[in-house]
């Protein structure tokens, strides 16, 4: 069955800092991935995805992944953050064999300090 | 404006009692999904419907029930049979029949008293 894993429930950041948010991921074929943000009691919004091709890749707001097939794992990167940046990052997985819903990550708190 | 629309934003009610959350979707997307968020656990799959008249049950399906008579519209209840329905629930949409990404309403919070 596949799974996603984002270790890190919370993470703290200064502002301007770099930022790297944690995802594994477990599914036997290719996987879809994606990463979405909420702020709060709001609903999600796509930052960026990945299909195929190139491993890297660049979404809205700054946001860059990369896919890496032998660490099982799509880490979400910032060069420098900024205090919008703040919300709650998810993770998430779609499989063909289930209509393409999306299995998440329980999410990653960001903090951005001053 | 093309977009998906929860209604109401927040809604109470009464144990014992059934209710039904709204979901639109203006897209002219084929596929729609329903999903519960509690604190701590990201969120979890309810039902989903890839084509009118037809859906299936996603992991956590028991108490709840759906219908799709028209490509807008992907209506939830949450009936009394579901032990702990109070949670934040949101409706997605997605294009076409690959692996396009899916497209989130602002949600509905519900609380069940």
């Known amino acids: 069955a596949q799974s996603v894993t984002q270790p890190d429930i919370h993470i703290t950041v200064s502002e301007g800092a770099s930022l790297e948010l944690r995802c594994n991921y477990s599914y036997g074929a290719t996987p879809y991935l994606f990463w979405y943000v909420q702020s709060p009691g709001q609903g999600l919004q796509l930052l960026l995805k990945?299909?195929?091709?190139?491993?890297l890749v660049q979404g809205i707001k700054g946001f860059e992944a990369e896919f890496k097939r032998s660490q099982s794992s799509f880490n979400l990167r910032k060069p420098s953050v900024h205090w919008s940046d703040a919300a709650e990052y998810f993770c998430?997985?779609?499989?063909?064999?289930?209509?393409?819903?999306?299995?998440f990550g329980k999410g990653t708190s960001l903090l951005v300090t001053p | 404006d093309g977009g998906i629309t929860q209604s109401p934003k927040y809604l109470f009610r009464k144990e014992g009692q059934n209710v039904t959350l709204s979901c639109e979707q203006n897209l002219n997307h084929d596929a729609m999904y329903w999903y519960r968020q509690d604190p701590g656990q990201g969120l979890r799959l309810i039902y989903y419907?890839?084509?009118?008249?037809?859906?299936q049950k996603g992991d956590i399906a028991e108490g709840y029930s759906v219908s799709r008579e028209k490509k807008e519209s992907f209506p939830l209840t949450v009936t009394s049979a579901q032990k702990n329905p109070t949670a934040f629930y949101l409706c997605?949409?997605?294009?076409?029949?690959?692996?396009?990404?899916?497209?989130f309403g602002p949600g509905t919070r519900l609380t069940v008293t």
């Open positions: 990945y299909f195929s091709g190139d491993t």
């Open positions: 419907s890839q084509i009118v008249n037809d859906f």
């Open positions: 998430a997985v779609g499989a063909e064999n289930s209509g393409y819903a999306l299995n």
């Open positions: 997605a949409s997605r294009k076409g029949t690959g692996p396009y990404e899916q497209y």
